[in-house]
């Protein structure tokens, strides 16, 4: 029902970077739902929305959040590259400095390729705020990703004043 509807958007406002990014998301969910068969099937056509967000507008911060993530977490026969999907996430963040999701998305991306200072910073400005915008969930997952991180760095400074 979802996808149709976001079908719908898209052709009645084709020029909509927002219509395209709601498309892309029914369909990434749809591609969720196949596992990771059927998600591998569904991954040019998904690339192929980001890439038409992003043209209609380059600074979707949404959309290169979600291009970075997928560059992060799909291996690299399929398309991924860690590194880059790191620069995607610090554009997006650059963008909207305020989203305590792409700061952890971020803090984990920088985890995943042993930047482990960068993994605590980043993911210490997420909790923070995820506590100002009173999201006890995303504070919860924010605390879990440092408290695990903490355990398997040893150069990370151990508390910072925002964990209380």
Do not use: W
């Not at 219509?19 to 969720?32: P, S």
């Not at 507008?57 to 959309?63: G, M, Q």
């Not at 399929?78 to 989203?99: C, M, T, W």
């Not at 910073?121 to 995303?138: C, I, P, T």
């Amino acid at each position: 029902m979802a996808a149709e509807h976001a079908d719908r958007a898209v052709e009645l406002l084709p020029d909509n970077p927002e219509a395209h990014f709601v498309r892309f998301g029914a369909r990434g969910r749809l591609a969720q739902l196949d596992g990771i068969a059927g998600a591998a099937l569904h991954l040019r056509s998904l690339n192929r929305e980001l890439d038409e967000v992003l043209r209609l507008d380059p600074n979707h911060a949404d959309a290169l959040a979600a291009r970075g993530g997928m560059l992060v977490k799909l291996p690299r026969l399929l398309g991924g590259d860690s590194n880059e999907g790191i620069r995607y996430l610090e554009k997006a963040v650059s963008l909207d400095p305020g989203g305590p999701g792409k700061r952890l998305e971020l803090a984990e991306a920088y985890k995943s390729v042993d930047r482990d200072n960068d993994a605590m910073r980043s993911a210490r400005q997420a909790l923070a705020l995820a506590r100002k915008e009173g999201d006890q969930s995303k504070a919860s997952e924010c605390q879990e990703f440092i408290s695990e991180l903490q355990k398997s760095c040893a150069n990370c400074p151990t508390k910072s004043a925002d964990e209380g």
